[in-house]
């Protein structure tokens, strides 16, 4: 069980706004917009440097997350966690 307390309530009500609005533009593509649909592509790639990036703060954060309670979030494990945004670099934070 983890320790660390979750600080921003606004984040559940702004991520379902972020959903929302990827959905709404899947949507849009969907019904003919082609042109989009690179940009959706494009969209996809920034959410995923943006999820590294998330992770890589939460375990610099200064109660720093471990591996395990970033997984445990996701539905992954801890290596699977690791794997994807530990990167090759080996700082001692493999737990």
Same mark, same amino acid.
């Given at each position: 069980?983890?320790?660390? #307390? #979750?600080?921003? +309530?606004?984040?559940?009500?702004?991520?379902?706004? !972020?959903?929302?609005?990827?959905?709404?533009?899947?949507?849009? @593509?969907?019904?003919?917009?082609?042109?989009?649909?690179?940009?959706? +592509?494009? $969209?996809?790639?920034? $959410?995923?440097? !943006?999820?590294?990036?998330? @992770?890589?703060?939460?375990?610099?954060?200064? #109660?720093?997350?471990?591996?395990?309670?970033?997984?445990?979030?996701?539905?992954?494990? #801890?290596? !699977? !966690?690791?794997?994807?945004?530990?990167?090759?670099?080996?700082?001692?934070?493999?737990?």
């Amino acid at each position: 069980m983890s320790t660390h #307390r #979750r600080n921003v +309530v606004e984040n559940d009500e702004f991520g379902a706004f !972020a959903r929302r609005i990827v959905r709404a533009y899947a949507r849009r @593509v969907a019904a003919g917009d082609i042109e989009a649909l690179a940009d959706m +592509v494009a $969209l996809s790639e920034d $959410l995923d440097t !943006a999820i590294g990036e998330a @992770v890589t703060g939460l375990r610099s954060h200064r #109660r720093r997350y471990s591996w395990e309670e970033i997984a445990s979030r996701l539905g992954i494990s #801890r290596q !699977a !966690a690791h794997k994807r945004w530990g990167g090759d670099r080996h700082d001692g934070t493999d737990q």
